[in-house]
């Protein structure tokens, strides 16, 4: 893997791994407590994620949703009314077998992708800072990370 951390090129080097092509779907989801979601078919998987998001946080939500399927994680939760809200922009014909949202940190699943998503975000960011500073020297990339 290359740092710093391009979360296309990820999440295409992902998808050969897993065998599967891998969708990424930007939406205006439709409530405020959910950040993304995973929805596997029986072929293909598609990482849905609002719109709104700052970059940083579009990131940390595609990668929390492939710490899903990297740990092949259940579904724990009613997502079925959010599916179907968004039903009309999934690939034609889709039919859904599983679906994780990122929302809330309750459960040991969310907390185990949550923090799957933060380390491979931290190591893609500390790569990032190490090569700034080795192109414009010593605090040059702290006073980026302000901004």
């Given at each position: ?9 990820f ?5 050969v791994?897993r065998g599967?092509?891998i969708?990424?779907l ?13 929805l ?9 994620h ?9 990131v ?10 990297a ?7 009613g ?15 889709m039919v ?7 929302d809330?940190f ?11 998503a ?8 500390a790569?990032?800072a190490?090569r700034?500073?080795?192109?414009s ?8 990370d302000?901004?």
């Amino acid at each position: 893997m290359v740092f710093p951390l391009d979360i296309d090129e990820f999440c295409q080097k992902f998808a050969v791994h897993r065998g599967r092509p891998i969708s990424i779907l930007e939406l205006c989801l439709p409530s405020s407590d959910v950040f993304g979601l995973w929805l596997e078919s029986a072929d293909s998987d598609v990482i849905v994620h609002d719109a709104n998001l700052p970059p940083r946080q579009r990131v940390k939500t595609i990668l929390h949703e492939c710490g899903h399927m990297a740990l092949d994680h259940k579904p724990d939760n009613g997502d079925e009314d959010l599916v179907r809200m968004i039903a009309p922009h999934l690939p034609p014909g889709m039919v859904w077998r599983r679906c994780l949202r990122r929302d809330c940190f309750d459960s040991p699943q969310e907390n185990d992708a949550e923090h799957f998503a933060a380390v491979l975000q931290y190591w893609g960011y500390a790569a990032d800072a190490e090569r700034r500073q080795k192109i414009s020297g010593p605090g040059f990339g702290d006073a980026v990370d302000i901004f």
